[in-house]
């Protein structure tokens, strides 16, 4: 997709306080994967160690609906291990040609296998041998070791389906808290929070700039 260069937009219309975050979500990710954007489905993933030190990385959403926010990763990687151990995470989605930003926070649980098959086997094949040959977040002796660990499963799998690794599959953000930002002229910015009560009821509120 080719990105529309363009100057920001500073005069959107104000966030519907809506008592659904999920259908306000809805409606500026398709705006934002309508302006041409460059991966619009691109989010920081914030996690941390049982002990609270933070790591941040880029993901892809690929998934949302009223449960939640998908993702899909190694398991035994970085972020997979620091889930298991803390299993809470904030997600920031960040369009700068439209001035806005959502924050995502909640707690973080598993797909289904059967859900992360559907998903895994929609990739493209030589991404799925990747998820095969990559030990990710683990240490690698040069480029060479991740090739040859490449054409070995490439023979491994020349005949056959690619099964999904048992090490492999979606984590689901389940929101307790989604903060919609707009940009505004002066800083003088628009912040409406959803927040999620223990029955699950949405309610909402602005936050100054």
């Given at each position: 997709?080719?990105?529309?260069?363009q100057e920001p937009i500073s005069d959107l219309p104000a966030a519907d306080p809506d008592q659904d975050p999920i259908r306000q979500f809805d409606q500026w990710f398709s705006f934002a994967k309508e302006s041409a954007i460059y991966l619009p489905e691109a989010m920081t993933l914030a996690t941390s160690t049982e002990d609270g030190s933070p790591s941040a990385r880029i993901v892809l959403l690929k998934d949302v609906s009223q449960k939640g926010f998908v993702f899909f990763t190694n398991y035994e990687s970085r972020k997979g291990h620091e889930l298991e151990a803390n299993p809470k995470a904030a997600l920031v989605i960040h369009w700068a040609i439209l001035e806005r930003q959502v924050r995502i926070e909640g707690q973080v649980e598993k797909i289904s296998s059967k859900e992360s098959d559907a998903y895994f086997q929609s990739r493209p094949r030589g991404s799925r041998i990747g998820a095969w040959?990559?030990?990710q977040s683990r240490?690698?002796?040069?480029?060479?070791?991740l090739e040859q660990r490449v054409?070995?499963?490439?023979?491994?799998?020349?005949?056959?389906?690619?099964?999904l690794p048992p090490y492999?599959?979606?984590?689901?953000?389940?929101?307790e808290?989604?903060?919609?930002?707009?940009?505004?002229?002066?800083?003088?910015?628009e912040r409406l929070v959803y927040t999620k009560s223990p029955s699950g009821q949405w309610s909402t509120h602005l936050l100054f700039p």
């Open positions: 997709m080719t990105f529309l260069q040959a990559s030990r240490q690698l002796t040069d480029r060479t070791q054409l070995d499963y490439q023979q491994l799998y020349a005949e056959k389906d690619i099964a492999w599959g979606g984590f689901r953000v389940v929101p808290r989604i903060e919609f930002w707009q940009g505004r002229e002066s800083r003088l910015h």
